[in-house]
C-alpha cells in the first residue's frame, strides 16, 4: 500500500505543476531533500514517515515536470518555427509512417539554413521535427536527408490539440508538404536499424501470406501497424467498442510471455527461460514501438516475470503503480497520453473488479450446474465477459470525455471475438516467422489464420454497420473525476491487504480446445466452403466499389478472369475493395487499365501492385508531366509489368463472351493534352448486356468520339467526371440511352456531385434510382448476357 501513496503523491506533484505554478526546479529540490531529511528522522513512526516520503515524492514529481518543460536551449529547432521557407539537415530517428496520403517522418535536425539575408549559411540546431513527405518516397530509419518547406508550429483544433499531442513526443515544430532528399544511407544505430527492417520484413510477409483487410488487421495486431486498416473498418472498431483488439494491450503481451516460456523452457530450463523471456518483451515492446500503453503493458508483465523469477509475489496495483512511475519519471508528459490513460483505467478495472466478478458469476452458475460445469464455463466466460465488463467500467468514462461516443454493443462483440484473438496471436506470428524464411512454408498457417481474422471483420463490420451499435454522449470532466472518485472509494473498500489480494494483471485462463482433429476439420471444411463459393459462376460480376472520390471499376468474367480500371487515391480503401472482391488467397490481376493519369485514379494503384501481380497493364500513352504519372510508370517498371498503350478500335476478348471495346482517344494524346480531353472510354459487353465505363471526361470529348461512328449506347452508364453538370450533356445521355445508371462520388464532397441537372436528364431514361456509391456504398452488378441484377452493400 506504500507504494501506492508514494505513486499517487508523485503523479499529484506533476499534475499540480502543470497547471502553472512556480516551475523552478530548485524550489522543488531542495523541498524534496528537505521531506526526505524530516522522514529520516521520524523513521520510527510509520504514519509520519510515510507522510514526509508522500511529500518527497510530491516535490520529485513537480521538480521532474518542471525539468522536463524548462525552456529550450537558443538553438533548438523550436526558435525556428513559423520563421518561413527552411532547409534543414537531419536523420530518421524512427522508421517511416506511411498514411492513406503521405508519410510522416520523424527527423533529429542537425543544420538549419533560412530563407533570408540575415542567415544565409547552415546554423546547428537540434530537437526533433515532423515531415510529412510524398508517400512514395523510399525512407527508411537512420537515412539523413535534406528536407525544404516551410517550418510551423502544430496546429491546435478546437476538440484535439497536436500540438501538444506531437510535444509529448519531443517534438515541437512541423513541416507540411516537405519536399526530402536523400542524403546517404545508414547514420542510425545498427540494432534500431536490424529492429526496423525485421519489422519491414514482417510486414512484407503479411502483405504476402494475406489479401486485405485480413492482413492490416493482423498488421496491427502483432506489429501495431495500424495505418493501413482502412477509415471505415477502424470506425466499425470503434462503434463496436474493440479498439483494443487492433492495438498492442496487456493482453498481446501475455500471449507473447506465454509463447516465450513455452518455447524456451524445453531447451533452457524455467528459470533461464524466464530471463530470456523478459528480454523477448524489451525486445517485442521497441519491435511494435513502444507507445505509452505498450511500454505500459511490457512493464506490468516484466515485473510479473522479475517476481516469478525471484521467488516473490507480483501485486497488481503495486506493480501497476511502479510501471506509473517508471514511465512517468522518464517522460512526465506521457500522464497525458490518452492511450496510455485508457490503458491504465483499463489494468485497474482487471485488477480491483475481474476476480470479484469472476466469483459472482461462480457462485451465480453453481446454482444451476454442477461444479467442474461451472469451472469451465467460468473459464470461457472469463476474458469475453468478465475481463472485458471490469476493463469497461473504468475506461467508460474517459471514453466519453475525450471521444463523446458509447458502444452499446461493445460486450457482445467482445463475447463473440475476444475468444480468436489468442489464436491469431500465436497462429499469426508462426505463419510469419515461417513465411520470412520461406512464403511456402508460411502459408499454410496463413490460411488457417485468415479464418479468425475474417470472422472478426466479419462480426465487427457487421454489427459496426448496426444504426444503433453506438450513441453520442459527451461527459463532462468534473463528472468523470467523479465517477472515478467513487470507484476508488469502493475499491479501498473491499481492499483490506491489496499484497494478499492482488491479481496477476492479465491473467487469462486458457482456452478449452476441441480435439486437434475435429478442429483441423472443420478448418478444411471452412476454407474448402470458402473457396468453393467464390468460384467463377459463369456470369459477369462489375464493382464499382465505394473508394472515395474517385474512379475505381472491377470486373471479374464468366471464366475467372479479373480486371481493374484505375484505382482511386485512397490506397487504404482500394486494397480493402480488392481483397473483399478478389476470392481467397487470389493475388493475381490479369489485366490493369488506367484511363488518365490524375490523382482520383492512379494514387492508389502503386501501393496495391506491392501485393498484387498484374500481368498486363493497359493506358493512353498520356503522361501529362504530373507526379502521379511519374509514380505510377515507376511502379510498373519496378514490377516488370508489361504496359501496352492503346487508343480507339482497340478491342479485348477474354475467352468466355466478354468483350471489352476502347472508344477514347481517338489518337494517342501529346503531354500537354488536357486529360479531360483524352481519357479512355471503355464500352464492356456480354450477351445483350453492356457497360459504358467513363473517366473524368469534357463534353468535347465526347463529341469526338459520336462524331467518329463510335456507338456508345450501354445498358449501365457510369457518368463521367463524377455527374457533373457539363460533362453529361443531354446529347450524349440521348447516345447512351441507358437503362441504370452509376457514379462514384465519395460520401460528403462539397462539390455536390452529381449535379442535379445530370439526375433530372436521367430520368426520361434509366429504369431504376441513380446508384451512388456515396449512398450504396460499393455497387455490384451481375449478368448473364440476359438479365441484370445490381446489389449494393447499403
Known amino acids: 500500500m506504500t507504494l501506492l501513496y508514494l505513486v499517487a503523491a508523485w503523479v499529484a506533484g506533476i499534475f499540480l505543476i502543470s497547471t502553472g505554478n512556480d516551475t523552478s526546479s530548485e524550489l522543488w529540490i531542495g523541498l524534496f531533500a528537505g521531506s526526505v531529511l524530516l522522514a529520516y528522522l521520524v523513521r520510527h513512526s510509520r504514519p509520519w514517515r510515510i507522510g514526509f516520503l508522500c511529500l518527497a515524492l510530491f516535490a520529485l514529481g513537480a521538480g521532474r515536470y518542471a525539468w522536463a518543460t524548462r525552456p529550450y536551449p537558443a538553438h533548438h529547432i523550436a526558435h525556428y518555427a513559423d520563421s518561413g521557407y527552411v532547409t534543414l539537415t537531419g536523420i530518421l530517428d524512427q522508421d517511416a509512417d506511411v498514411r492513406e496520403n503521405h508519410v510522416n517522418l520523424r527527423i533529429r535536425v542537425e543544420t538549419i539554413e533560412q530563407d533570408s539575408k540575415s542567415?544565409?549559411?547552415?546554423?546547428?540546431?537540434?530537437?526533433?521535427?515532423?515531415?510529412?513527405?510524398?508517400?512514395?518516397?523510399?525512407?527508411?530509419?537512420?537515412?539523413?536527408?535534406?528536407?525544404?518547406?516551410?517550418?510551423?508550429?502544430?496546429?491546435?483544433?478546437?476538440?484535439?490539440?497536436?500540438?501538444?499531442?506531437?510535444?509529448?513526443?519531443?517534438?515541437?515544430?512541423?513541416?507540411?508538404?516537405?519536399?526530402?532528399?536523400?542524403?546517404?544511407?545508414?547514420?542510425?544505430?545498427?540494432?534500431?536499424?536490424?529492429?526496423?527492417?525485421?519489422?519491414?520484413?514482417a510486414q512484407t510477409t503479411i502483405n504476402r501470406l494475406l489479401p486485405s483487410p485480413q492482413a492490416p488487421l493482423l498488421s496491427g495486431i502483432l506489429l501495431g501497424t495500424e495505418s493501413a486498416i482502412s477509415a471505415d473498418v477502424r470506425d466499425d472498431f470503434n462503434r463496436t467498442g474493440t479498439t483494443h483488439v487492433i492495438a498492442i494491450s496487456g493482453a498481446n503481451m501475455i500471449v507473447v510471455i506465454g509463447v516465450l516460456i513455452r518455447l524456451l523452457t524445453p531447451a533452457f530450463g524455467k528459470n533461464k527461460a524466464g530471463w530470456l523471456a523478459l528480454l523477448g518483451v524489451s525486445i517485442y515492446t521497441l519491435f511494435v514501438g513502444a507507445d505509452p500503453a505498450v511500454v505500459r503493458a511490457a512493464l506490468m508483465g516484466g515485473l510479473v516475470l522479475v517476481a516469478g523469477q525471484t521467488g516473490r509475489?507480483?501485486?497488481?496495483?503495486?506493480?501497476?503503480?511502479?510501471?506509473?512511475?517508471?514511465?512517468?519519471?522518464?517522460?512526465?508528459?506521457?500522464?497525458?497520453?490518452?492511450?496510455?490513460?485508457?490503458?491504465?483505467?483499463?489494468?485497474?478495472?482487471?485488477?480491483?473488479?475481474?476476480?470479484?466478478?469472476?466469483?459472482?458469476?461462480?457462485?451465480?452458475?453453481?446454482?444451476?450446474?454442477?461444479?467442474?460445469?461451472?469451472?469451465?464455463?467460468?473459464?470461457?466466460?472469463?476474458?469475453?465477459?468478465?475481463?472485458?465488463?471490469?476493463?469497461?467500467?473504468?475506461?467508460?468514462?474517459?471514453?466519453?470525455?475525450?471521444?463523446?461516443?458509447?458502444?452499446?454493443?461493445?460486450?457482445?462483440?467482445?463475447?463473440?471475438?475476444?475468444?480468436?484473438?489468442?489464436?491469431?496471436?500465436t497462429l499469426g506470428w508462426l505463419a510469419v516467422f515461417l513465411g520470412m524464411i520461406w512464403t511456402p512454408?508460411?502459408?499454410?498457417?496463413?490460411?488457417?489464420?485468415?479464418?479468425?481474422?475474417?470472422?472478426?471483420?466479419?462480426?465487427?463490420r457487421s454489427l459496426g454497420g448496426v444504426e444503433w451499435a453506438s450513441t453520442t454522449f459527451t461527459l463532462d470532466p468534473s463528472y468523470a473525476?467523479?465517477?472515478?472518485?467513487?470507484?476508488?472509494?469502493?475499491?479501498?473498500?473491499?481492499?483490506?491487504?491489496?499484497?494478499?489480494?492482488?491479481?496477476?494483471?492479465?491473467?487469462?485462463?486458457?482456452?478449452?480446445?476441441?480435439?486437434a482433429v475435429i478442429i483441423t476439420g472443420v478448418i478444411l471444411i471452412?476454407?474448402?466452403?470458402?473457396?468453393?463459393?467464390?468460384?467463377?459462376?459463369?456470369?459477369?460480376?462489375?464493382?464499382?466499389?465505394?473508394?472515395?472520390?474517385?474512379?475505381?471499376?472491377?470486373?471479374?468474367?464468366?471464366?475467372?478472369?479479373?480486371?481493374?480500371?484505375?484505382?482511386?487515391?485512397?490506397?487504404?480503401?482500394?486494397?480493402?475493395?480488392?481483397?473483399?472482391?478478389?476470392?481467397?488467397?487470389?493475388?493475381?490481376?490479369?489485366?490493369l487499365i488506367v484511363t488518365q493519369p490524375r490523382s482520383d485514379t492512379t494514387s492508389a494503384i502503386p501501393e496495391l501492385l506491392e501485393h498484387y501481380d498484374v500481368q498486363l497493364a493497359l493506358t493512353n500513352g498520356h503522361t501529362d508531366g504530373n507526379e502521379h504519372a511519374q509514380n505510377l510508370a515507376n511502379a510498373l517498371a519496378k514490377h516488370n509489368i508489361d504496359v501496352q498503350t492503346v487508343t480507339a478500335g482497340y478491342t479485348i476478348a477474354t475467352g468466355d463472351g466478354v468483350l471489352l471495346e476502347i472508344l477514347h482517344p481517338q489518337i494517342a494524346p501529346e503531354d500537354d493534352d488536357d486529360t479531360t480531353e483524352v481519357g479512355m472510354v471503355i464500352r464492356v459487353s456480354y450477351g445483350d448486356t453492356s457497360f459504358l465505363l467513363t473517366p473524368d471526361l469534357s463534353a468535347d470529348a465526347e463529341q469526338t468520339m459520336l462524331d467518329a461512328g463510335w456507338y456508345i449506347g450501354s445498358t449501365v452508364l457510369e457518368l463521367p467526371s463524377r455527374g457533373s453538370e457539363k460533362a453529361n450533356p443531354a446529347f450524349f445521355i440521348d447516345a447512351a440511352q441507358p437503362q441504370i445508371a452509376v457514379v462514384s462520388v465519395g460520401t460528403g464532397n462539397r462539390t455536390g456531385l452529381p449535379a442535379p441537372e445530370v439526375s433530372e436528364r436521367l430520368q426520361n431514361t434509366i429504369t431504376e434510382p441513380l446508384y451512388r456509391t456515396d449512398q450504396h456504398g460499393t455497387v455490384e452488378m451481375v449478368t448473364d448476357g440476359h438479365t441484370l441484377w445490381v446489389y449494393t452493400e447499403n
Open 119 to 201: 542567415h544565409p549559411e547552415p546554423q546547428p540546431t537540434e530537437g526533433l521535427i515532423l515531415v510529412q513527405a510524398p508517400r512514395y518516397g523510399d525512407y527508411q530509419y537512420g537515412d539523413r536527408v535534406l528536407v525544404s518547406g516551410s517550418l510551423l508550429t502544430p496546429p491546435e483544433f478546437d476538440d484535439f490539440s497536436y500540438r501538444d499531442y506531437l510535444a509529448r513526443r519531443g517534438i515541437h515544430a512541423m513541416i507540411p508538404n516537405a519536399r526530402v532528399t536523400l542524403i546517404e544511407h545508414d547514420q542510425g544505430k545498427p540494432w534500431y536499424a536490424l529492429m526496423y527492417d525485421l519489422k519491414a520484413r
Open 313 to 425: 509475489r507480483a501485486h497488481g496495483l503495486t506493480s501497476l503503480a511502479f510501471a506509473i512511475f517508471l514511465m512517468t519519471a522518464w517522460n512526465p508528459l506521457t500522464l497525458w497520453d490518452v492511450g496510455f490513460q485508457l490503458s491504465v483505467a483499463a489494468t485497474a478495472g482487471l485488477i480491483l473488479f475481474s476476480q470479484r466478478f469472476e466469483n459472482f458469476f461462480k457462485r451465480t452458475l453453481e446454482r444451476l450446474f454442477a461444479q467442474e460445469t461451472t469451472r469451465q464455463i467460468t473459464g470461457w466466460l472469463s476474458e469475453p465477459i468478465i475481463v472485458s465488463l471490469a476493463a469497461q467500467i473504468t475506461t467508460t468514462p474517459l471514453m466519453l470525455v475525450y471521444f463523446g461516443r458509447f458502444s452499446i454493443i461493445s460486450l457482445l462483440v467482445n463475447i463473440l471475438i475476444v475468444p480468436a484473438q489468442a489464436y491469431i496471436m
Open 441 to 460: 512454408l508460411g502459408q499454410p498457417l496463413a490460411w488457417v489464420v485468415w479464418i479468425p481474422l475474417s470472422y472478426t471483420l466479419e462480426i465487427v
Open 481 to 515: 473525476w467523479g465517477i472515478y472518485g467513487g470507484l476508488l472509494a469502493i475499491a479501498l473498500w473491499t481492499i483490506t491487504h491489496p499484497e494478499d489480494r492482488a491479481v496477476l494483471l492479465g491473467q487469462l485462463r486458457q482456452r478449452i480446445t476441441a480435439v
Open 526 to 591: 471452412i476454407l474448402v466452403s470458402v473457396i468453393a463459393m467464390q468460384q467463377p459462376d459463369g456470369k459477369l460480376h462489375v464493382w464499382f466499389p465505394d473508394i472515395g472520390h474517385g474512379h475505381a471499376v472491377i470486373l471479374q468474367t464468366p471464366n475467372g478472369a479479373q480486371i481493374l480500371i484505375d484505382g482511386g487515391p485512397n490506397p487504404t480503401q482500394l486494397r480493402r475493395a480488392v481483397g473483399d472482391i478478389l476470392p481467397f488467397g487470389d493475388r493475381d490481376l490479369d489485366l
